[in-house]
Nanobody, 127 residues
Framework: VQLQASGGGLVQAGGSLRLSCAAS????????MGWFRQAPGKEREFVGA????????FYADSVKGRFAISRDNAKNSVYLQMNSLKPEDTAVYFC?????????????????????WGQGTQVTVSS
């Protein structure tokens, strides 16, 4: 699976952005998809994830209620809708695909549980 993230940019605090992640490969619908982000000088952190069917989602506390993940398996795509953006959301955002056998929260938050990664897209939120 190859992943291509897009949709990043510069936005003012309080604004919105929608990131997209396009996947190539026949087995996209078998993968749970995660979004991670990495700010300068910080470790990569979990943002949220969606199960292979789209029936389950989970978010980091820092984005809960502001961000929403969705997917369209027919289009081999996953999306991250980001609302009420804050300067602390500034980071490079990565999408990732993982073959998770079950929806187990402690594992889906771990970057090591994902097998494929996109190249990242920069999101900058100005104050």
């Amino acid at each position: 699976v190859q992943l291509q993230a897009s949709g990043g940019g510069l936005v003012q605090a309080g604004g919105s952005l929608r990131l997209s992640c396009a996947a190539s490969g026949r087995a996209f619908s078998s993968y749970a998809m995660g979004w991670f982000r990495q700010a300068p000088g910080k470790e990569r952190e979990f943002v949220g994830a969606i199960s292979w069917s789209g029936g389950n989602t989970f978010y980091a506390d820092s984005v809960k209620g502001r961000f929403a993940i969705s997917r369209d398996n027919a289009k081999n795509s996953v999306y991250l809708q980001m609302n009420s953006l804050k300067p602390e959301d500034t980071a490079v955002y990565f999408c990732a695909a993982g073959l998770h056998r079950s929806w187990y929260i402690p594992k889906i938050k771990l970057s090591s549980e994902y097998d494929y990664w996109g190249q990242g897209t920069q999101v900058t939120v100005s104050s």
